[in-house]
Antibody, heavy 120, light 107 residues
Framework: QVTLRESGPALVKPTQTLTLTCTFS??????????VSWIRQPPGKALEWLAR???????YYSTSLKTRLTISKDTSKNQVVLTMTNMDPVDTATYFC????????????WGQGTLVTVSS | DIQMTQSPSSLSASVGDRVTITCRAS??????LNWYQQKPGKAPKVLIY???SLQSGVPSRFSGSGSGTDFTLTISSLQPEDFATYYC?????????FGQGTKLEIK
């Protein structure tokens, strides 16, 4: 059974750095073709893809946010970490992590999401 | 970057209706198109992947078609549990992108 769970602060101040952790089970980022992405959704708005990390440590980022994002993995802990620098109130959103396998190329398992509010 | 445009943005329909949602990509994406359903306060759930493949466990009233730049999601006979927001998403290349969503409401 595949599960993913996001964790991190619920509130951050403007200009701070956000660090989110996705802890997963039932999948391994040692397996060829396995990928984990971060996706966010501002309240009442559409989904926005942020970043992806692959089993072989390849990394991909949103064009508009790539200067602020870093994605990494700790395979031994079954975790993927996303950092986003210089947070702004417009970054207020629910942040999801999700699994993709390159063979099927869809997000088939998602975490429940974690709401991050940016406010002073 | 590839832009995804969905229409309509919202739709009112009745139980038993047949509904179609369209999604257009700004450039060809072959069949790398997925459809998701999202209910309030929940994570999205994949319904259709690779444009027309039904995800395991998803009712057969959901179907997808298209290739290249134009795609459709059809619900053949709306059920009460289908009232939700639907998103298309291209997985042709990163950066991945989603449509702006179609909110399906009860008439």
């Amino acid at each position: 059974q595949v599960t993913l769970r996001e964790s991190g602060p619920a509130l951050v101040k403007p200009t701070q750095t956000l660090t989110l952790t996705c802890t997963f089970s039932g999948l391994s980022l040692r397996d060829s073709g396995m990928c984990v992405s971060w996706i966010r959704q501002p309240p009442g708005k559409a989904l926005e893809w942020l970043a992806r990390i692959d089993w072989d440590d390849d990394k991909y980022y949103s064009t508009s946010l790539k200067t602020r994002l870093t994605i990494s993995k700790d395979t031994s802990k079954n975790q993927v970490v996303l950092t986003m620098t210089n947070m702004d109130p417009v970054d207020t959103a629910t942040y999801f992590c999700a699994r993709m396998q390159t063979g099927s190329s869809n997000f088939d398992y998602w975490g429940q999401g974690t709401l991050v509010t940016v406010s002073s | 970057d590839i832009q995804m445009t969905q229409s309509p943005s919202s739709l009112s329909a009745s139980v038993g209706d047949r509904v179609t949602i369209t999604c257009r990509a700004s450039q060809t994406i072959s069949s790398y198109l997925n459809w998701y359903q999202q209910k309030p306060g929940k994570a999205p759930k994949v319904l259709i992947y690779a444009a027309s493949s039904l995800q395991s466990g998803v009712p057969s009233r959901f179907s997808g078609s298209g290739s290249g730049t134009d795609f459709t999601l059809t619900i053949s006979s709306l059920q009460p549990e289908d009232f939700a927001t639907y998103y298309c998403q291209q997985s042709y290349r990163t950066p991945y992108s989603f449509g702006q969503g179609t909110k399906l409401e009860i008439k």
